[in-house]
């Protein structure tokens, strides 16, 4: 009942803490596409070297635990480390750092098993029609950019809902690095359960909205729509 | 750009997985009229097609150009058996190779709509999603989109394969279009008929060599081979 109230009267800590998720994630998203799609694109269509060993990595990389992504990236930018001069720690940014790595793995994948079907299709004409390496992946990035979208929205759900890498190097501190997922374990933590659901809901409608997408993309898709 | 024929080609082969799909294959094409390949299924019609337009890599031998292989290779086009439909609108297929070409957009699109319309695709069809189209629809759309590179030499693998008579004949009218332009066309058919109809010169094809080349004229009158003989009469040729 009262989580209900708080979402219907837009009580300002949760969305506050909302938009601060929203805004976290779709950054770390926004690197993680520019990162992962052209680099899924390549995969597709260049035979190089190690391509095998990366997409092995690729996939291997999918099943790194977040916590230890957190880790990483704690150990990378603490005082001490490499990067601590640039004072990212317990900031947004820390966190969107280590969203991205979690999340261009999956969203690499994802989008090359897509690509790669494309470009078993397109193979023969785009040779045929002497496309250079760099008109080839374009031209897979955009006929692929269905299968692509759903890759980003599968990344997004990933992200949107990750709370053990973004305690860690986040920090959850209040009206700096608090968002959905943290909030929710602080509030569980401390009881206040009418916060915790309030927020748990905004999460749920958001990962529903996501799934939706997802199917009705591919139900287009299918159709030849688009 | 210099013309690319006559085009000789020596002792060429192409090997996959250790099988020799063609070849060896010697050849001299002239740079005038139509040959048809033909020959049964899993002959290497397709192969042999393939191998000459240079999207399967030579395993041996050679094929020389009358100029520069890069050169040669602009001035060719290729219609697939299965023609590739881009997840695009029609005219945004046809207009591709333009696209490729750096052609700005409002003009190719102008000038694919112009093929499009000359080889029956036009009006409502042209925004349509190509994925969309029929059997017969997909093999206009592959060829317009092979027409609009203007090719001195065009490929094409069986383009009637799935057709009725009249798209078949649509084809046909086209092609024979094409050809009277100047265009040098290498077509494999299954259709007797067709190849009667559109041959200047026939090459029958088996177990990937080129078993006969000779005059259209002269094949169908009396093939030489006692396999193409059977080929035509239709018996199983081992
Ligand atoms: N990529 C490939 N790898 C291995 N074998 C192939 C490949 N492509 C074709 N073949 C084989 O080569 C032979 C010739 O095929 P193809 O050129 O398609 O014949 P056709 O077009 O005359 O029916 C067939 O036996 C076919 O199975
Ligand atoms: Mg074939």
């Not at chain 1, 209900?4 to 969305?15: E, N, P, Q, R, S």
């Not at chain 2, 084809?171 to 200047?200: F, K």
Request: glycine share 8%; hydrophobic share 50%; proline share 4%.
């Amino acid at each position: 009942m009262q989580a209900a109230w708080l979402l219907v009267t837009l009580d300002a800590d949760l969305v506050e803490i909302t938009l601060r998720s929203l805004r976290v994630t779709l950054s770390a998203l926004a690197v993680a596409c520019l990162i992962a799609l052209p680099l899924a694109a390549l995969l597709a269509v260049r035979r190089f070297r190690m391509r095998r060993a990366t997409i092995a990595v690729l996939n291997a990389l999918m099943g790194l635990p977040p916590v230890v992504v957190g880790l990483v990236v704690y150990v990378m930018l603490s005082r001490a480390g490499p990067f601590g001069v640039l004072g990212l720690l317990f900031t947004p940014t820390a966190m969107i750092i280590a969203q991205v790595i979690i999340i261009v793995p999956l969203v690499a994948s994802i989008a090359h098993q897509s690509l790669r079907d494309l470009w078993s299709d397109y193979h023969d004409l785009l040779i045929s029609l002497n496309a250079t390496q760099f008109q080839r992946i374009c031209t897979l990035l955009w006929d692929g950019r269905r299968a692509l979208l759903t890759a980003a929205l599968a990344g997004f759900g990933r992200a949107i809902g990750e709370v053990g890498a973004i305690m860690i190097v986040g920090g959850n501190i209040d009206h700096a690095t608090r968002v959905l997922t943290t909030a929710i374990a602080l509030e569980t933590g401390k009881g206040d359960f009418a916060m915790a659901l309030g927020l748990g809901f905004v999460l749920i409608a958001l990962a529903v909205a996501v799934n939706l997408s997802i199917h009705w993309l591919g139900k287009t898709e299918s159709e030849g729509r688009w | 750009m210099s013309d690319l024929f006559p085009v000789s080609v020596r002792n060429a082969s192409v090997r996959r997985r250790g099988k020799v799909l063609v070849g060896p294959v010697d050849l001299q094409l002239g740079g005038q009229g139509t040959s048809i390949v033909i020959g049964p299924n899993g002959a290497g019609k397709t192969s042999l097609l393939k191998m000459l337009h240079g999207i399967l890599r030579l395993g041996g031998g050679q094929i020389s150009w009358a100029c520069p292989t890069e050169q040669a290779q602009r001035q060719q086009a290729f219609v697939f058996q299965t023609p590739v439909m881009m997840r695009r609108s029609v005219v945004e297929n046809i207009a591709y190779p333009l696209r490729l070409n750096k052609v700005a957009r409002q003009e190719a699109l102008a000038e694919a709509t112009i093929w499009a319309e000359r080889i029956g695709l036009g009006g409502d069809a042209l925004q349509r999603p190509a994925v969309l189209l029929s059997g017969g629809e997909r093999q206009k759309l592959a060829l317009a989109r092979a027409l609009i590179r203007k090719p001195r030499l065009l490929f094409l693998d069986e383009p009637c394969a799935s057709l009725d008579g009249r798209a078949t004949r649509e084809i046909e009218e086209i092609l024979t279009e094409v050809a009277a332009s100047g265009t040098r066309l290498i077509m494999s058919t299954h259709n007797m008929g067709q190849a009667q109809r559109l041959a200047d010169e026939v090459l029958f094809v088996l177990h990937g060599k080129v078993a006969e080349f000779s005059p259209a004229e002269a094949f169908f009158a009396g093939p030489q081979t006692d396999q193409a003989r059977a080929f035509l009469n239709g018996d199983i040729v081992e």
